[in-house]
């Protein structure tokens, strides 16, 4: 299996060259060359698999050139050690917790994957690796990648516009992982982060690669989850769901879509955003159009120009016609955001951080439009609720527990370094930490 740029102008690589360029050299983003096709048997005995069965099902064809089964198995074992439940809420409504690994959020998925692939390609060279995060991917990275040996990691995030639980996992993790208080927004940070990818002098200077879900090896692992939930929904039903993805970045529902085109047996898949709709509109109107992102209080989703969307582009043939068929898309602000909340609560007792009430919303909405009340649909649970507290305990009005990892980060002391949105002052940290480590390193 090759990887090629979505901007189609590069030459095609392997996957482990995919992983360490993290951006293809013409700016594009890899994606694999084809997308194997999963024999019908796999998906009719999908009931009785386990997480490692499909881990390893899926990811075989994107890995084989480059890793054998041994290495596969032991990149998988080390990442996947967390379960991942599927919670019926009611009749029709299951809740995929995507939670429970270390930092609490579905970032844990890719990043451990990918963290644990770099231990097995990096050798003995110095990587640096550039993530911009709005919140849940910085903690899922520095947790990943604290103390790997050769890898420095520079989170980018956008002051005051992540949760404190957010902020205290990715600026407490310390030792190779550095994060940098950006006074912008995510789209300032994501962007900081691509124009070094597409500096050429940078990039003679230092290894760059990036966590984020713009790096293939942090999205494959995002299509995992989604066949574990069918696994799971498919010990007790025979019809074929309907997804719900809190959506931001889009790599979440990219995930779901690449296991689709490998056979997954999907009826439709939801994109659900906050106000922050530019995906919605596209599917709308047939036109994208980015802008700057406005913040809520399901702030993953502050996202004004998502990356991903040109991999589900490329997934589709960029035919519009294609993309409606199976993506429907619904938006919701935060006071219908934290309704959900309060009704669900209220309702069952179960509580939803902002991302799985929006997910949860656009369910709800896709039924009305549809009249389809008795549809099943999986929503994916992207956060443990703890993680934003400050926000949903005063619409429960009840308190939510720390989760241990939780309380120990808390009691540490915040470490970041504040910077403008600006390229040259960014491009003169990174050259600096060129020099520092050539110090230590000798």
């Known amino acids: 299996m090759k990887y090629i ?4 102008e590069s030459a095609a690589v392997t996957f482990n060259e995919a992983i360490l360029n993290g951006l ?3 700016g594009g983003l890899y994606v694999p060359e084809s997308i194997p096709k999963l024999s019908q048997k796999f998906w009719s005995q999908i009931a009785q698999s386990s997480f490692q069965d499909i881990a390893e099902s899926i990811l075989t064809p994107y890995v084989s050139d480059q890793w054998n089964k041994e290495i596969l198995h032991s990149v998988t074992t080390k990442a996947f050690n967390f379960k991942a439940p599927l919670v019926a809420l009611d009749d029709h409504t299951y809740i995929m917790e995507l939670f429970h690994g270390p930092t609490l959020a579905f970032k844990d998925f890719g990043a451990r994957f990918l963290a644990s692939s770099f231990e097995k390609i990096a050798a ?46 990715l600026t407490t993790a310390g030792g190779n992982v550095n994060a940098l208080e950006i006074n912008g927004t995510f789209d300032d940070c994501q962007r900081l982060v691509k124009e070094a990818f597409n500096d050429s002098e940078l990039r003679e200077s230092m290894i760059l690669s990036s966590a984020n879900s713009i790096n293939i090896a942090r999205l494959l692992p995002q299509s995992l989850y989604y066949v574990y939930a069918l696994a799971q929904f498919k010990q007790q039903h025979s019809d074929n769901p309907v997804i719900s993805v809190p959506s931001g970045n889009m790599g979440n529902v990219t995930g779901g879509l ?22 919605p509109e596209y599917l709308r109107k047939g036109i994208f159009q980015p802008r700057k992102s406005q913040r809520t209080i399901a702030n993953a989703m502050d996202v004004g120009d998502p990356s991903n969307l040109a991999r589900i582009q490329h997934l589709f043939n960029h035919s519009i016609d294609e993309m409606r068929a199976l993506l429907k898309g619904f938006a919701f602000t935060d006071d219908e955001t934290k309704n959900a909340i309060k009704k669900v609560y209220n309702k069952t007792g179960y509580i939803l951080d902002p991302h799985t009430a929006i ?25 443990h609720p703890a993680k934003f507290k400050d926000i949903v305990e005063p619409i429960i009005n009840d308190e939510i527990p720390l989760p241990p990892a939780l309380q120990r980060c808390m009691e540490k002391e915040k470490q970041s370094i504040l910077m403008e949105p ?4 960014f491009k003169s940290y990174l050259m600096q930490q060129i020099l520092e480590k050539e110090i230590t390193d000798n």
């Open 5 to 8: 740029s979505t901007n189609k």
């Open 24 to 26: 293809a050299n013409d």
């Open 124 to 169: 003995n060279k110095r990587i640096n690796i550039l993530v911009a995060t709005s919140g849940d991917t910085g903690s899922a990275v520095a947790q990943g990648f604290k103390d790997a040996k050769h890898v420095s990691v520079h989170l980018l995030y956008p002051s005051g516009k992540v949760s404190q639980l957010q902020e205290q996992q």
């Open 258 to 279: 690449i296991a689709q085109k490998m056979g997954m047996p999907v009826d439709q898949f939801i994109i659900a955003t906050n106000i922050n709709d530019v995906v």
């Open 359 to 383: 997910g949860y919303l656009a369910s709800q909405e896709y039924r009305r439009v549809n009249n389809k009340p008795d549809q099943s649909v999986m929503v994916m649970a992207t956060a």
């Open 422 to 425: 600006s390229y040259p002052q």
